[in-house]
């Protein structure tokens, strides 16, 4: 019951963030899902429907000790195929998490990338 609670929580900040915030073509929208075990970011269009990037934990070049160093390099792989994609402005949507550990790594990440927001 009590992971209830704390999913309801998240989806309570999720809608309010996302009330807030729209990714458009010109500045997508970053937004973080963080699994037990992995970390994924994609650069989404809202007004068009469609991904323009997206990184995981899960490729095989990213490398890190632990899960706060993978997510830095996430957001780096994610900031390195934005750029290439012609994308240097983007909206952060940390999608209900708190802004701390892996969400907050990634964010590093792909501001040392190059991505400004």
Known sequence: MARNRK????????????????GTATRPRL?????????????IDDLAGHTLASA???E???KGKNPIAKSKTVGE????????AGITHV???RNGYRYHGRVQALAEGARKG???F
Do not use: H, M, W
């Open 114 to 116: 190059g991505l400004q």
């Open 60 to 62: 095989k070049d990213i």
């Open 91 to 93: 909206v952060f949507d």
């Open 7 to 22: 999913f309801e929580r998240r989806l309570r900040a999720k809608r309010g963030i996302r009330n807030k915030i729209t």
């Open 77 to 84: 792989s994610l900031a390195a195929k934005a750029i290439e």
């Open 31 to 43: 937004t973080v899902f963080r699994s037990n075990q992995y970390i994924y970011a994609q650069l």
């Open 56 to 58: 995981t934990s899960q």
